[in-house]
């Protein structure tokens, strides 16, 4: 048996689920993308968290690949998890933080007994990640960390057609 893996083209602050994953920088403080839409649409609550996590643990950064969680504020969920994304580089390889991002949000989302997880696709806008191998590198993630006992469904939201089928065409290739 495996989680389902569904695949929404929209707008993930709009998304009703247990945990909405931010594609966040190392700060927590906000930025652009998908992190600036979930910020605005979840309140400040979602940054007075950020804030308080930072005073806590994360004052040099949180590290790529790894994630935290906070409030979801007025957004609909219960959780918003927060991951930074690695930055595409053409000369290194750094898939594994990518994967990591999705293993470590899934597990922090595991922690809180979230089984609805909203993914975006994460490192493809600002930090310019090609879309088809990001999908890959995030259907595959979620395939091999999502434990059916713990989760409902992994939702991945895309913002536009073109990541839409670049998803749909990982997750057709990777469940043949
Ligand atoms: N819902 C779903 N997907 C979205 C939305 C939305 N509301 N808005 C954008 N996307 P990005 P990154 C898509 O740049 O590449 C931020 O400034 C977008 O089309 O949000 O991981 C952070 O603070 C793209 O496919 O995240 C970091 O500094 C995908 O979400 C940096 O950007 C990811 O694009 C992180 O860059």
């Known amino acids: 048996m495996t989680v389902p893996i569904t695949l929404v083209l929209g707008d993930i602050t709009a998304q009703h689920a247990d945990a909405v994953v931010n594609a966040a920088n190392s700060s927590l403080l906000g930025g652009g993308g998908v992190d600036g839409a979930i910020h605005r649409r979840g309140g400040p609550e979602i940054l007075a968290d950020c804030r308080r996590l930072r005073a806590s643990h994360w004052g040099k ?3 790529t690949g790894q994630a935290v969680v906070t409030t979801a504020g007025r957004l609909h969920a219960t959780h918003v998890i927060h991951t930074v994304g690695p930055v595409w580089s ?3 390889d750094r898939s594994a933080l990518l994967v990591s991002c999705h293993r470590e949000a899934l597990r922090v989302a595991a922690e809180v007994g979230a089984r609805t997880v909203a993914f975006p696709a994460i490192s493809t806008g600002v ?3 090609p879309l088809d191998d990001a999908a890959r590198i995030a259907v595959g993630a979620v395939r091999e960390a999502a434990d059916p006992a713990l989760f409902d469904e992994v939702r991945f939201v895309l913002f536009d057609q073109a990541a ?5 065409d990982a997750l057709a290739a990777h469940d043949g």
């Open 164 to 168: 839409y089928d670049a998803f749909a």
């Open 127 to 129: 930090y310019r990640w």
């Open 61 to 63: 950064g949180l590290p």
């Open 90 to 92: 053409a000369t290194e």
